[in-house]
Structures are given as C-alpha cells and as structure tokens.
C-alpha cells in the first residue's frame, strides 16, 4: 500500500485511534430467526487534508470474530482480508465519499481468489456469490458496501468530522440513506441530531440523533409488491414501521470516543429486523 501523505493541522496524538465494535444483528421471516454477533478492532489513521477540503482516512481492521458459522458467514469472514485496509475519501462531517486504494484492494482479491474458490466454488450458491462479490469489487456503487454500514457506519455516520475541529458537527435536520437494505430496496432516513455538552468533562459532547423514515423517498410501492410477493398473498396487508436511535460522544478536539447505534423495523405478520452496533476505545 502506498504511504498516506503527511498528517496536517492535527496534534500528533491525534492522529491515530483504535476501537473495538460490537455488532449485533437479529433478523425474523415468517417465524425463522438468523442472528449474529460480531466483535472487530477497526484502526483509524488520518493521512491529510487534500486542497478540496477532504480528508483521508485509513482503516484497518486488526481483529475479527462472530458467532454465526453458517456457510455464508464463514465465506464473508474469509473474504475479510480484501478490505482489512481501506484508504478513504472523507467530507467536512464525515460522508465516505470514495476508495482510494481500490487497486490494492483488487489485487488482495486476486491473493485470495485461489484459496475462496477452492473451498467455496464446489456449489452453485458458492459459485453465484463469488461472482457476485468480483464483479462488486469493480462497481462504481462499491462504497455502498461500507456506507452506513457495520464498523464503517459508526465511525462515518455523516454527521461529524472524523477528524475534528470540535463543532464540526451536522447539527439539526439531515439525510441518510441505506442502500439495499430490504432486499434491493434503499431505506431513506430523516435525522435529527442534538449536541448536549458534557456537565462532567470540559469540551466532551454528546450528539442524540433520532430517526425516521423518509416516507417521501421510501419506495413504498415497491416494498409492498415485495412483501404480498413473498407471502404468496395480493391482499396481504403491508404495515410496517421503524425505530432509529443513536449516540455518539466527541472529545474536546472533535474525534469520536464512544457510540452507539440502534435501528429496528418491523413489518407486521412478516419481518422484523434489529441492528445494534456499540463503539469504545481500545
């Protein structure tokens, strides 16, 4: 990989911060329930502000574990050293807005390729999700894969600087959106974010952000045909709702020390699906 430009206008203890996340998912169809918990290390590295304004920032992730074994969960788990080092793209509060070492990210791919097919690519759904995976890896919508979502969602949620000043923060009323997030449908989000200083340490703050769903840019025509689809039934009566809650604590140079992330929907009689993600220093 190549080296990151030299870090500007941060302190040097700043620069360079390492966090344990812990993830857990529960998702229920019709009466069946897959859940899974996973544990990482994600370190983060600011490289540098471009003439832009942007700012890269280095990910790597040192450490992973979860408690689902299924096949499919074991083949993502081994697919994990492809991305363990992304250079990323940042804007002023925190938007990922590109990979800019997709090259290394292709050739840690090419590394693995032998060693995927050889214990994945016996069966047809192996085969499919290989497929899928390459031709993901050369996409134009690959930063989807990481926006507002897992370890990548809590560190860049969008609403502040990952790297400081404190202040940068997306105050008030914003957008969001998960891509792909019922089957290939996109969850719009509307948020509203409060800043609460810290009574009890000096510069800290917490941001309080509440969520719900953009019911203007939600594809609610879509999502029913999906559902009385799936349930083999026109007449199927399609109700849904959501619960979105999150936390995030900034020290007094701006960087994130802690967080928390909680979003939950439900459609009646069919699906229910709770995500939880909780962020602290290492």
Request: with cysteine; charged share 15%; glycine share 8%.
């Amino acid at each position: 990989m190549q080296p990151l430009p030299a870090p500007a206008a941060v302190p040097l203890l700043q620069t360079s911060r390492t966090f344990q996340i812990q993830s857990d998912t529960s998702t229920r169809v019709r009466g069946q329930t897959v859940s899974n918990s996973i544990a990482t290390t994600l370190r983060q590295t600011y490289g540098g502000r471009s003439p832009a304004g942007t700012h890269a920032v280095l990910v790597e992730q040192l450490s992973f574990a979860q408690t689902d074994q299924s096949p499919l969960a074991l083949l993502l788990a081994d697919l994990n050293p492809v991305n363990n080092q992304l250079l990323l793209e940042v804007g002023t509060y925190g938007d990922l807005l590109a990979i800019r070492n997709r090259e290394q990210v292709q050739e840690q791919w090419l590394g693995l390729r032998p060693h995927i097919l050889h214990t994945y690519g016996t069966t047809r759904e192996g085969q499919a999700f290989i497929q899928g995976f390459e031709q993901q890896l050369t996409s134009p919508t690959l930063l989807d894969s990481f926006r507002h979502k897992g370890g990548y969602g809590v560190l860049f949620p969008g609403l502040f600087s990952p790297v400081g000043p404190a202040g940068a923060v997306r105050a008030g009323y914003s957008e969001r959106v998960m891509a792909g997030f019922f089957g290939s449908l996109d969850l719009p989000l509307r948020l509203h974010t409060e800043v609460v200083p810290s009574s009890a340490v000096p510069g800290e703050c917490q941001l309080r952000v509440s969520g719900e769903l953009d019911a203007a840019r939600f594809d609610e025509p879509g999502l029913q045909a999906l559902v009385k689809q799936a349930m083999d039934m026109l007449n199927f009566r399609v109700a849904h709702s959501l619960n979105c809650r999150e936390e995030y604590t900034l020290d007094e140079h701006g960087w994130l020390t802690a967080a928390r992330q909680e979003l939950t929907f439900t459609i009646e009689n069919f699906y229910h699906q709770h995500i939880q993600h909780e962020l602290k220093l290492a």
